[in-house]
């Protein structure tokens, strides 16, 4: 009896290791791709603060790909887990775009300043509802409780 105890001790032990293990992977990458979502809205100030050389375009540009491709590969790698939770993200994605979209047209069409923002420069704001919902995804989906992952669920059930 002593060794059927120990054994089904070892086997919880093991399981609850493992699914624990999983949720900090998970939370590490969803804390990481959040972190990359609102990068995007940092990219407007690199712009403004690029320098005037062809060189100092070339960096701004190619940061810009860099986030792109880290955008990409999180949402992809997110998906892998869930289809909902890549939906949400993807929500996310296009907030942080949107909010960024024209401020970041502008400032290129202008020349790039050295030094703190001006009291004129207008500063993007990703809508709560989107950013709080994504976090709150993160949440219901890293939660142990099942019906938390069936409201993941309801509120991406769409397409973006």
């Known amino acids: 009896m002593a060794a059927i105890s120990a054994v089904t001790v070892a086997v919880l032990s093991a399981l609850f290791a493992r699914v624990f293990a999983r949720r900090d992977r998970r939370r590490q990458m969803y804390g990481e791709a959040f972190r ?3 990068e995007w809205r940092e990219m407007l100030y690199r712009v403004r603060r690029r320098d005037n050389t062809d060189e100092g375009e070339r960096v701004v540009i190619d940061k810009f790909h860099d986030l792109q491709e880290r955008l990409d590969y999180y949402e992809g790698w997110i998906g892998s887990e869930s289809k909902y ?3 949400s993200y993807r929500k996310l994605i296009q907030e942080a775009k949107k909010a960024t979209r024209a401020l970041i047209r502008d400032a290129w069409d202008n020349p790039g300043k ?3 923002s001006d009291s004129n420069d207008e500063h993007p704001m990703i809508s709560p509802e989107v950013q709080d919902g994504f976090l709150r995804d993160v949440r219901h989906h890293l939660s ?3 019906w938390r ?4 669920t309801i509120r991406n059930w769409r397409e973006v």
């Open 36 to 38: 990359a979502a609102l």
């Open 85 to 87: 939770m890549r939906r």
């Open 114 to 116: 050295k030094g703190n």
């Open 144 to 146: 142990l409780q099942p």
């Open 149 to 152: 992952w069936v409201l993941v």
